[in-house]
T-cell receptor
């Protein structure tokens, strides 16, 4: 069964460093998302991406964050200058054509630890 | 923003028992999704509901889309140890936005 994959599974970085989290969405899906989950809390939406541009972003997704689909398969989240409060699980998700299905399929996540 | 409140917050039940949990919103949802999350893993989609009053099953799991469109329910029958995890309801806001709002979660623990 097709699935969303993410790398790395765990990333440790120092405050102020740049990190890039990588995702390979399900191949026939057209919508891509990033969510985060701070330890012990609920999953929060960061950004959605469709047709090579951001379609919606939350207030969490400030200028330090960016997303890119550098080729036909990868979808990346970059945090330019990490802060301690960026420590969280980051989940990538994908879905088919909007209007046909709101079902989003999540990857296993990347645990980001900022020290 | 929209809030989805789930109850109970946590449940401790014996293996073999049935489980019921619910999710409520102050505003209408047109779609309800139920996810399960195990420690260190991503949410896994269990059931999707698209019509008010709809009742949908996936094995021992049954979910219902409330008539008011402001709530949804998830039942698990004859619980087994692998049912342990956190169950989240989620939904897209009305008017076509794609982002999902997640509920606060119900943590299920099963006592052997």
């Amino acid at each position: 069964e097709p699935e969303v994959t993410q790398t790395p599974s765990h990333q440790v970085t120092q405050m102020g460093q740049e990190v890039i989290l990588r995702c390979v969405p399900i191949s026939n899906h057209l919508y891509f998302y990033w969510y985060r989950q701070i330890l012990g809390q609920k999953v929060e939406f960061l950004v959605s991406f469709y047709n090579n541009e951001i379609s919606e972003k939350s207030e969490i997704f400030d200028d330090q964050f960016s997303v890119e689909r550098p080729d036909g398969s990868n979808f990346t989240l970059k945090i330019r200058s990490t802060k301690l409060e960026d420590s969280a699980m980051y989940f990538c998700a994908s879905s088919e054509e909007l209007g046909l299905s709101y079902e989003q399929y999540f990857g296993p996540g990347t645990r980001l630890t900022v020290t | 923003g929209q809030q989805l409140n789930q109850s109970p917050q946590s449940m401790f039940i014996q293996e073999g028992e049935d489980v019921s949990m619910n999710c409520t919103s102050s505003s209408i949802f047109n779609t309800w999704l139920w996810y399960k999350q195990e420690p260190g893993e991503g949410p896994v989609l269990l059931i999707a509901l698209y019509k008010a009053g709809e009742l949908t099953s996936n094995g021992r799991l049954t979910a219902q889309f409330g008539i008011t469109r402001k709530d949804s329910f998830l039942n698990i029958s004859a619980s087994i140890p692998s049912d342990v995890g956190i169950y989240f309801c989620a939904g897209p806001p009305p008017f076509g936005n794609e982002k999902l709002t997640f509920g606060t979660g119900t943590r299920l623990t099963i006592i052997p």
